[in-house]
């Protein structure tokens, strides 16, 4: 069992940067790939982010390349978004979400056991 609380969303003006955490309990952390979605408003749940559970490698989703960067802690039980050169089409309700790592699926949200309450990102122009 996994649980997931973000932290670090917030206001803020479009070119600027936020960073995104996400605690995680339990004793299996490493074991578990970690990804971050977001939910713009009115439209679904989509695919942001993703590491593995090694933190060697990650995925992003176009939209976000070059200027969003995820990393883990390990010893920290924790996963970040590094958000950078913010747009207003960034705002959403970001997610944190874990799943056992076996190599595959990272992108797909039907693949993520768990996910966290979400933390408000706002994008203004």
């Known amino acids: 069992q996994v649980q997931l609380v973000e932290s670090g969303g917030e206001l803020v003006q479009a070119g600027g940067s936020l960073r995104l955490s996400c605690a995680a309990s339990?004793?299996?952390?490493?074991?578990?790939?970690l990804g971050w979605f977001r939910r713009p408003p009115r439209k679904e749940r989509e695919f942001v982010a993703a590491?593995?559970?090694?933190?060697?490698?990650?995925f992003y989703a176009d939209s976000v390349k070059g200027r969003f960067t995820i990393s883990r802690d390990n010893a920290k039980n924790t996963v970040y978004l590094q958000m950078n050169s913010l747009k207003t089409e960034d705002t959403a309700v970001y997610y944190c979400?874990?799943?056992?790592?076996?190599?595959?699926?990272?992108?797909?949200?039907?693949?993520?056991?768990?996910w966290g309450q979400g933390t408000q990102v706002t994008v203004s122009s």
């Open positions: 979400a874990a799943m056992v790592d076996y190599g595959l699926g990272y992108r797909l949200r039907s693949e993520y056991t768990y």
């Open positions: 339990g004793r299996t952390f490493s074991s578990y790939a």
């Open positions: 590491i593995s559970w090694s933190g060697g490698t990650t």
